[in-house]
């Protein structure tokens, strides 16, 4: 099949950008996404021109790193699926495809459909861990998880990082993925001891990277490539809400240890 | 050259525990006085920056990826090892020593496996204490499955992403460690080379993947936990970044390079579809567990896999091998596939798999049990092929899936060089000849939570007065060197794309040097790589500028280091007149077809050492002595 891609340009962070028009020729609906990509780029680079930079990396839908606008529509039509894994069987022969970078105040344009994400890092860095240091754990089997628990906890801790949601709210908001990793670690019998400061720091930290207010668009379920539920959403303003009626705030307070 | 593995004394089970007793300490208040450099921030990076971190030691890490959550251990699916014999099922430390070892095919340094299996409980607690949601039964505690090359059922399981959800707990411990400040975080960022002073190392060269700046960082150790050289072959099962460059780079000035030939082929990957396949996908080795692997026996099949009656299908694991049927280890299991292909009883358009067939198991166990187990390795299969695999058979061939070769480490993961160390797929030690399923994610969680924290301590105690800088010639001199390649790599206006260099490289790596080799494929593979890497040198085009993000430039100087690594197996496995695990020379076989090893001639690591540019790397031997095991036939009969 044949498409015409009108991809989105831009040398660099800050710089100007632009739709640039290309024939992608002799496409077999086989090729994933990324492959019908690497085909047009093998052919600008031949004539001297500098291909298409977009970020990818495992190529199998699980670490997150590729992504992009196709046709408005984060990570392409196919629901579920990352771009990496989108196939070029669910295109026909003259489809028009406009593909652009998320667009986010909290993810800056790097070069062309690529964009920095360490907002996202930053969020998991304010809380978004269970602190256990090396060699300070207790046996396994010590504490038993409910299997209801321990499966729901799993299906928020799929998520991938890849920032669809984000890309795909009208308002920029991380509120998918940051209930997520306040689910997971929630949902867990471990994960207790620190559940109102980690909601709290996540929460106030989402807000203060750049991501817009949650208005329940849920647009982002929609596009998550791991079906995360925006039910996380609510779990997380629960555990929010409560944390913020018990005087949490973002710094632990610290109890004065005694001197030695 | 003698090379010290530097094993600890006493009997086989109390090494680990007398060197614990009796290393250096450093001091909480002085920790803080050194850095170390973690390049890789996978399951050995990750976890070990993450431990180091938390000790007290300054810690600055460094990945090519845009988070550390990317690195490529985010992959592995089935699951990971440790003998807690929660099943009741007769496992122990020994016996999973005894199986990494044998799984190994006798190749392996038995005092590292032994910590390793001793280590591999701690893995599971730390793990399950981060929140890692691995599977669980009914009633509330852990679940497990059986992985190949084992009869006991010690693998601990997150559906199919475990390898996610083991990299997310170390990478949220590392995002702690970031948000305390006593990580610094280098994402999109490039180890280009590694620099030695005095015979030390003591810092590294990179560049940054966004601006393109090329920076010198001093430390006072150097921790390689950059993965493993399958990309050697362009199709492979790695993530399109993964590259040896680090290991390569490091392997240029002084660390010894071991077993390199050792390279293993998966069974169960998605079959190329054309020409322009940019990598293969793996289907996770659990679903051997249940899934039956055949072919048809008349090559001249035509009919469509469910209308094939038993009678007409030949499930060639299970007849060979009854005691482990479809669960063989995966060396045992490629070979075997391959066999069928190669004499044309392949399956799919292409003729270039086998069926790997879920209908018996989902009559007898329900596809509700089925989904629950291997749901979104479903999904990921029907995804790529189209074909839905509740309903079809899915189709599978071997592909280049991890590396067991790697930089020579003594038994506290140092490598040849002093204060450098390499942890996880990178290093060589675990493995021998061939991994066995699910020891991946051990060794690389073992080498990081609790291997490097001793043994970089224990190293670092003697330099506690030593100040670190940049300001070294050794610096300027190294610093210089890379900017000099990058230059070199970006006046390159030729006609022949990195890739069309990297597909052609990696086809004669994978018929000459892949499941099935011989002394005159290899002598052609060199002869084909020499002459390949000459027209890269002329006939390479690279566009773009060295100020900017250039991800032609990357690829360039990873595939340039390909060459000579791809170079380097070929001459190891020439050199290496056996078959063992991943190895197999077909002169040296038995009757029956399976590896024959030679244990007289053979049972020793291949230390490759370089001795500069344009000369061939020297061969030095590290004796492999069995005290604990007595290396037989590999029998899975």
Request: hydrophobic content about 35%.
């Amino acid at each position: 099949m044949n498409l015409t891609l009108k991809v989105w340009r831009q040398p660099k962070g800050g710089a100007a950008g632009r739709f640039v028009t290309y024939e992608a020729k002799d496409i077999s609906s086989h090729m994933s996404f990324l492959e019908m990509l690497d085909v047009l780029n093998e052919g600008l680079v031949k004539k001297g021109e500098d291909p298409i930079a977009f970020d990818h990396d495992c190529r199998e839908g699980i670490c997150g790193m590729c992504g992009f606008m196709i046709n408005g529509s984060a990570h392409g039509p196919q629901r579920g699926t990352t771009v990496c894994q989108l196939h070029m069987r669910h295109f026909k022969d003259g489809d028009v495809l406009t593909l652009e970078p998320w667009r986010s105040a909290a993810f800056p344009v790097v070069k062309d459909l690529i964009v920095d994400r360490v907002a996202f890092d930053k969020v998991i860095q304010a809380g978004g861990y269970i602190s256990v240091p090396s060699g300070s754990a207790p046996e396994a089997n010590l504490t038993r998880v409910p299997k209801p628990d321990a499966d729901l906890a799993f299906e928020a801790a799929a998520c991938i990082g890849c920032g669809a949601c984000v890309a795909q709210c009208p308002n920029g908001a991380a509120q998918l993925f940051t209930s997520a990793k306040v689910s997971h670690l929630g949902l867990l019998p471990q994960g207790q001891p620190e559940r109102s400061q980690r909601a709290v720091r996540m929460v106030e930290t989402m807000e203060a990277v750049g991501f817009g207010s949650c208005s329940n668009y849920t647009e982002c379920e929609a596009v998550c490539p791991k079906g995360i539920s925006v039910s996380y959403i609510a779990r997380m303003n629960r555990d929010y809400v409560l944390a913020k009626l018990d005087g949490v705030t973002r710094e632990p307070a610290r109890s004065a240890k005694g001197g030695g | 050259m003698i090379l010290d593995a530097k094993i600890p004394p006493g009997p086989m089970a109390d090494k680990w525990t007398n060197q614990q007793s009796h290393q250096k300490l450093v001091n909480p208040a002085n920790k803080r006085r050194f850095t170390i450099i973690v390049v890789g921030s996978g399951l050995a990076g990750g976890a070990g920056a993450a431990s180091l971190a938390e000790l007290g030691y300054n810690v600055k890490c460094f990945c090519y990826q845009d988070s550390p959550r990317r690195a490529h251990s985010i992959a592995a699916q089935g699951g990971i090892n440790a003998s807690k014999n929660y099943r009741n099922d007769g496992d122990s430390t020994f016996r999973l020593f005894y199986d990494t070892i044998k799984g190994g095919d006798f190749r392996a340094r038995e005092a590292n496996v032994h910590r390793l299996a001793e280590l591999s409980v701690n893995i599971i607690d730390q793990c399950v204490a981060q929140g890692v949601p691995f599977a669980r039964e009914y009633g509330g505690l852990l679940d497990n499955r059986s992985f190949g090359g084992a009869q006991v059922s010690r693998t601990f399981y997150a559906r199919g992403q475990t390898g996610q959800q083991l990299l997310l707990g170390a990478y949220q411990a590392l995002s702690r460690q970031i948000a305390e400040g006593r990580v610094e975080m280098h994402s999109r960022s490039e180890m280009l080379d590694l620099v030695v002073v005095d015979g030390r190392a003591r810092g590294i060269i990179t560049r940054d993947l966004v601006t393109g700046k090329i920076e010198a960082h001093a430390g006072h150790a150097v921790v390689l936990a950059t993965g493993g050289y399958s990309n050697v072959f362009y199709l492979s099962t790695m993530a399109k970044g993964s590259n040896a460059t680090a290991i390569w780079r490091a392997h240029r000035r002084g660390a010894f390079f071991a077993n390199p030939c050792f390279t293993q082929i998966h069974p169960t990957c998605i079959p190329p579809s054309g020409e322009y396949q940019s990598k293969l996908t793996l289907m996770s080795e659990s679903l051997r567990n249940d899934g039956r692997i055949w072919v048809p026996r008349d090559p001249k099949e035509t009919r469509r896999a469910d209308q094939i009656p038993e009678s007409d299908r030949d499930y060639f694991l299970e007849r060979q091998y009854p005691a482990f049927g479809n669960l063989v280890p995966r060396d045992v299991a490629s070979r075997a596939a391959k066999r069928q292909v190669d004499e044309g009883r392949g399956v799919g358009e292409k003729k270039n798999g086998v069926y790997l067939d879920f209908a018996e198991p989902t009559q007898r166990l329900g596809q509700p049990v089925i989904e629950e187990r291997y749901g979104n390795l479903f999904d990921m299969y029907e995804k790529i092929t189209g074909e839905n695999p509740y309903k079809v058979p899915m189709r599978i061939y071997p592909a280049p899936h991890y590396t067991m070769g790697g930089l020579w480490v003594d038994y506290n993961l140092e490598s040849t060089v002093k204060g450098l160390f390499v942890a996880g797929e990178a290093n060589f030690s675990d493995h021998g000849a061939n991994r066995l399923g699910a020891s991946a994610l051990m060794q690389g969680l073992a080498d990081g939570y609790f291997v490097l924290p001793y043994s970089v301590s224990n190293f670092l105690a003697d330099y506690l007065s030593e100040k670190v800088t940049t300001d070294h010639d050794a610096f300027r001199a190294t610093e210089a060197e890379v900017r000099g390649r990058v230059e070199r790599l970006l006046k390159s206006r030729g006609k022949r794309t990195v890739d069309s260099f990297h597909r052609a490289l990696g086809k004669i790596v994978w018929d000459e040097c892949g499941m099935a080799r011989n002394a005159e494929g290899l002598r052609r593979a060199l002869k084909g790589i020499a002459e390949l890497k000459q027209a890269f040198e002329t006939d390479l085009t690279v566009v773009g500028g060295g100020e900017e993000l250039n991800q032609t430039l990357e690829r360039a100087g990873r595939v340039e280091d390909y060459f000579e690594l791809a170079a380097l197996m070929c001459r190891d496995a020439l050199h290496r007149e056996e078959s063992a695990g991943g190895h197999f020379r077909v002169e040296h076989k038995t009757p029956e077809g399976e590896a024959a090893r030679d244990d007289e001639k053979f049972a020793y690591v291949a230390a490759w050492e370089w001795t500069g540019a344009g000369k061939e790397q020297v061969l030095n031997k590290e004796p492999l002595t069995f005290e604990l095991v007595k290396p037989s036939g590999r029998s899975y009969k």
